[in-house]
Structure formats: structure tokens, C-alpha cells
């Protein structure tokens, strides 16, 4: 499996972003879908994910704010995070995920910053 995600950038405090993930090849194994982000000296952590059911977990830090959805209702191989009313605690380098038959794999990642 393969992940090409897009989007990132700078954004002001208050602002809105959408960061997109597509899934090539083994598409058929992936359970679920996810993303991850991880800010200068600390780990990396879940913010939202996406089952092959369609049903979403939204980490507590974003839940309101973030939403994770398909790009369509049939991409079963693409995971879209939404993000809204970002504060600059939400800079930090994004990963998509996807897991499937017990392995699991990351796209590259994409730079977030909220700064004025």
C-alpha cells in the first residue's frame, strides 16, 4: 500500500485547512484509515481515523474541530481531514495512516503551521 497525502501549509489562528490521503495498490487489505501528527519534541499522536465501515474517531484535542471523512462516498481508499478553527498548538507535521492485515503504513508527511 501506497499513500500520497496532500495539502498543509500556513495558516492564520482561526483559519482552515484540508489535508487529503489517497491509498494505491493493496487498497483491498486496509481496514482502516488515519492521521497522525507529531509537533517538534513530542510524539507522535492519533487525531482522527477512519474505518473501512466509515465510522470515525476524533481525538478529545480536536474533537469540534477536526472531522475525517472519504473524499467520496465510494473512495473507500482516500481519508480527507478537515480542519477548522486551528490554533497554533495544532502546528505539527501530519502523517496519513492506513493499517491492513496486521501491517501498517505512513505517508509522508505534511507540514502544518498556524501562526499570525
Known amino acids: 500500500v501506497q499513500l500520497q497525502a496532500s495539502g498543509g501549509g500556513l495558516v492564520q489562528p482561526g483559519g482552515s485547512l484540508r489535508l487529503s490521503c489517497a491509498a494505491s495498490?493493496?487498497?483491498?487489505?486496509?481496514?482502516?484509515m488515519g492521521w497522525y501528527r507529531q509537533a517538534p519534541g513530542k510524539q507522535r499522536e492519533l487525531v482522527a481515523s477512519i474505518t473501512s465501515d466509515d465510522s470515525t474517531n476524533i481525538a478529545d484535542s480536536v474533537k469540534g474541530r477536526f472531522t475525517v471523512s472519504r473524499a467520496n462516498a465510494n473512495a473507500k481508499n482516500t481519508a480527507v481531514l478537515q480542519m477548522n478553527n486551528l490554533n497554533p498548538e495544532d502546528t505539527a507535521v501530519y502523517y496519513c495512516?492506513?493499517?491492513?492485515?496486521?501491517?501498517?503504513?505512513w505517508g509522508q508527511g505534511t507540514q502544518v503551521t498556524v501562526s499570525s
Open positions: 495498490g493493496s487498497i483491498f487489505s486496509i481496514s482502516a
Open positions: 495512516n492506513a493499517e491492513g492485515w496486521g501491517r501498517i503504513y
